[in-house]
């Protein structure tokens, strides 16, 4: 017996749309458990705390879902827009990812490399996403002038203090 | 009157050459992220953001005030210049900029949209100025319900004014919200949503949901649109080399427009700006329809005709002075401008609302001062002294210009606590904002929910405790009925009957 899935799922599955509102469906859903697993939203006579989020995720949980069976309902985007999404797809990062985790590496190594090192590294993968990998050692130079501007402006002039390798 | 005399005195603090600089620095920043299409003065605002850490609130107010003008008359440059707003505000702008550079009078243009801002930014700061302080009085009677009443009908019209896009921007509001649930509740002491976590149990601070909604969310959009931005520096090449005397407009051209045209038009802005979510794009495009509708000569328009420009951009201007009413007056923002300016109010632990021109008027005071200043002086000496330098300035390297906003963004978002928990929480909520942006839905909507978030859970339990779970008292007091009869008139005008029709291809923003 073959196990196909449901026609809109199917057409769920083709569109980027309706994955994104899926995901924002589940997540309100989710929020809207963890209001319900805070307890009643009326004790005693007194509105508790869990009474504004179970308010507020209910209403997020029928908007999300509405929207989700609307991009359902639209199906996936035309021949051209999804042929797009395909060349697009077919390219596996992105640059926008790419710089996601380019930020994810920076933020995590902060503490530990210090400013100077991790800002310096951060800048130049920044500008070479933006303009490519021609002329880098130029695009170093300038990536060293940013960071030593940012710590001017943080350490310096406004006196936060950033961290550096050895502490 | 007192008030009035503060604001005067408060031109003193310009003399100190600190200020000052704060103040201009802040102008020529807003006047370049405006200018650049794509980027925008909430942008700039958002990267100063970490700096009032340090910096002295009252200059950091100042510095916010100029910002926020530059930003509303920025925009016309490459409006004028390549037909593309630089910002939001000034897309009518491009409708006449753009047709008068074409026949060689570009930098009339963009005089004329300078003359306009200066004096719709002077109308707006001055209403605000003598008007602000009787409406703080008012604000005064509203009571408890009122005050609940007052921030539905906020949010409701940010929502509602998303049109087309209603449903979006409510979801993207409820996300708000719920961001805004996580940590200590205001009542009880119970950790809601922290998971176990420490710095969870604190809620998420102002900083990373400013930040990361406006800049890391940005530096995404714009990596993924390189190619259509590398486009438009190309196109900017082309534009000829503009020379210093050919900006200002002459006395004719001036009394052909006329005072009244300037003068509705900024009373539109002014008005426009008051209201929640409307911002500096509706209210030019309410002028310039209504300049369009009066004119003996509205066929001249949409073919280069400075009356067009004078409106849109006297309006616009106009609309910072009635935008930060609801924020002094009752603690509610209504664009993500003064959500950054009640940010930097409630990170030096400043409590906005009713009070506020009361007890901080010596701090509100001198930011009125900055906004009139560089409207009345800043506008005018930029178009002229930096005029001609416009362009190449725009022509930025976007490589420098966004290895420099990231680096500002994430190490800005590390200034509040000293902790990478703080630039994990930018991350997190760029990337999603990155991805609300991608699929449409409006993160504005986003940053005023959770601003919004907690006075509305409070003054919504209070309410029904008082009254035991009655919701009927929001009917049965006079303020908060008042509040819910506007929100009504609002619904009406904005989503039942039919708005206003733009020519095709034209979209108010």
């Known amino acids: ?167 | 009157m007192d008030f009035m005399m503060q604001v005067a005195a408060s031109f003193g603090l310009l003399l100190n050459p600190t200020v000052l600089f704060y103040v201009v620095a802040g102008f020529l920043v807003g006047t370049l992220f405006s200018a650049i299409p794509g980027l925008t003065a909430t942008l700039a605002l958002a990267l100063l953001l970490p700096l009032t850490y340090s910096l002295d609130v009252t200059t950091a107010l100042m510095a916010c005030a100029s910002i926020y003008m530059a930003g509303m008359c920025g925009g016309s440059i490459t409006a004028t210049t390549i037909n593309i707003p630089g910002a939001p505000s000034s897309m009518m702008t491009a409708l006449e900029g753009y047709p008068m550079q074409q026949r060689g009078e570009g930098p009339l243009a963009l005089g004329h949209a300078a003359f306009a801002s200066m004096i719709g930014g002077v109308f707006g700061a001055v209403l605000l100025v003598v008007l602000a302080p009787l409406i703080a009085d008012l604000s005064l009677l509203v009571q408890t319900t009122g005050k609940c009443a007052l921030i539905l009908f906020a949010l409701i019209v940010i929502v509602i004014a998303q049109r087309g896009n209603v449903r979006r921007a409510a979801i993207s509001a409820c996300l708000g919200l719920m961001l805004a649930t996580v940590g200590l509740d205001a009542m009880m002491p119970i950790a809601r949503f922290s998971f176990g976590m420490g710095e969870l149990a604190a809620g998420i601070d102002l900083m990373p949901v400013i930040i990361g909604t406006f800049a890391i969310s940005e530096l995404l959009t714009q990596l993924a649109g390189n190619a259509e931005a590398r486009r438009i520096r190309e196109r900017l090449k082309g534009v000829a080399r503009i020379r210093r005397r050919d900006f200002i407009p002459p006395y004719s051209a001036i009394r052909r427009i006329g005072a009244a045209c300037y003068l509705k038009s900024s009373l539109i802005g002014y008005l426009v700006g008051t209201l929640p979510g409307a911002g500096g794009s509706m209210g030019g495009f309410l002028a310039y329809v209504e300049t369009v509708r009066t004119s003996r000569e509205p066929d001249s328009f949409g073919k280069g005709n400075p009356q067009g420009i004078a409106a849109a951009e006297s309006a616009n201007n106009a609309v910072c002075g009635g935008a930060l009413v609801p924020m002094l007056t009752f603690g509610i923002p209504g664009d993500p401008i003064t959500a950054i300016v009640l940010g930097v109010l409630v990170i030096n632990g400043i409590q906005p609302g009713p009070q506020l021109m009361e007890s901080q008027a010596g701090l509100i005071a001198p930011m009125l001062a900055s906004l009139i200043f560089s409207a009345l002086i800043l506008i005018p000496l930029t178009m002229y002294l930096l005029g001609p330098y416009f362009i190449r300035i725009v022509r930025i390297r976007r490589d420098v210009l966004f290895g420099t906003i990231a680096m500002l963004a994430v190490v800005g978002s590390y200034v509040a606590t000293y902790s990478t928990f703080q630039m994990m929480m930018t991350l997190l909520l760029g990337v999603l904002a990155f991805y609300l942006r991608q699929y449409g839905y409006p993160v504005v909507t986003l940053l005023l929910g959770f601003i919004l978030g907690p006075g509305l859970e409070e003054y919504l339990r209070r309410t029904l405790t008082l009254s035991n779970g009655d919701p009927s008292v929001f009917l049965t007091e006079p303020d908060s009925l008042f509040f819910v009869l506007l929100t009504l008139v609002f619904i009406y005008f904005l989503v039942i009957r039919k708005p206003v029709q733009l020519k095709s291809g034209e979209s108010p923003g």
């Open chain 1, 1 to 167: 017996m073959s196990c196909r899935a449901p026609y809109f799922l199917r057409r769920a599955l083709r569109s980027g749309a309706a994955w994104f509102h899926g995901v924002l469906a589940l997540l309100s859903l989710g929020y809207l458990a963890g209001s319900i697993a805070m307890g009643p939203p009326v004790a005693g006579g007194k509105l508790t705390p869990s009474f504004f989020p179970l308010l507020v995720g209910v209403l997020a949980v029928l908007l999300c879902t509405l929207q989700w069976w609307a991009a359902l309902r639209a199906g996936p985007p035309s021949s051209s827009a999804a042929s797009a999404q395909r060349s697009e797809s077919r390219r596996r990062w992105p640059p926008e990812l790419l710089l996601m985790l380019a930020t994810l590496v920076y933020v995590l190594s902060f503490q530990t490399l210090g400013y100077g090192l991790s800002t310096l590294a951060y800048v130049l993968v920044v500008m070479l996403f933006f303009s490519g990998l021609e002329k880098w050692p130029i695009k170093a130079v300038i990536a060293l002038a940013i960071t030593a501007l940012g710590f001017l402006i943080f350490n310096e002039i406004f006196n936060i203090r950033l961290p550096t390798l050895w502490g």
